[in-house]
């Protein structure tokens, strides 16, 4: 069992950066491929950054956005910058076994849900 906390949430202005942290409680945090996804009011949740043996991006976020993890300290990092009014929106981290699996970009596929974090960029 896994259980997931997200923090760094916040208000913002466009342009501006924020980090969100996601804190797993359990054993075996480095067993876990980490996943962050997004859903904005009246639409579905989608995808944002995974961490496996590589770091994947949608491509709505690639270069603005930095998934990372330490497993000393069981945390998997979001670093957000050059935000935009379309980032808004509640942010969730996700853990899942899937280490050798190419579905780490849909929700399914993951385990362990955390409560979200809102992101409001103001434009």
């Known amino acids: 069992q896994v259980q997931l906390v997200e923090s760094g949430g916040g208000l913002v202005q466009a342009g501006g950066s924020l980090r969100l942290s996601c804190a797993a409680s359990?054993?075996?945090?480095?067993?876990?491929?980490m996943g962050w996804f997004r859903q904005a009011p009246g639409k579905g949740r989608e995808f944002v950054a995974a961490?496996?043996?590589?770091?994947y991006y949608a491509d709505s976020v690639k270069g603005r956005f930095t998934i990372s993890r330490d497993n000393a300290k069981n945390t998997v990092y979001l670093q957000m910058s050059s935000l935009k009014p379309e980032d808004t929106a509640v942010y969730y981290c996700?853990?899942?076994?899937?280490?050798?699996?190419?579905?780490?970009?849909?929700?399914?596929?993951?385990?362990?849900w955390g409560q979200g974090t809102q992101v409001t960029v103001s434009s």
């Open positions: 961490m496996t043996w590589s770091t």
């Open positions: 359990g054993r075996s945090f480095s067993s876990y491929v």
């Open positions: 996700a853990a899942g076994l899937l280490y050798g699996r190419s579905d780490y970009y849909t929700p399914v596929a993951y385990d362990y």
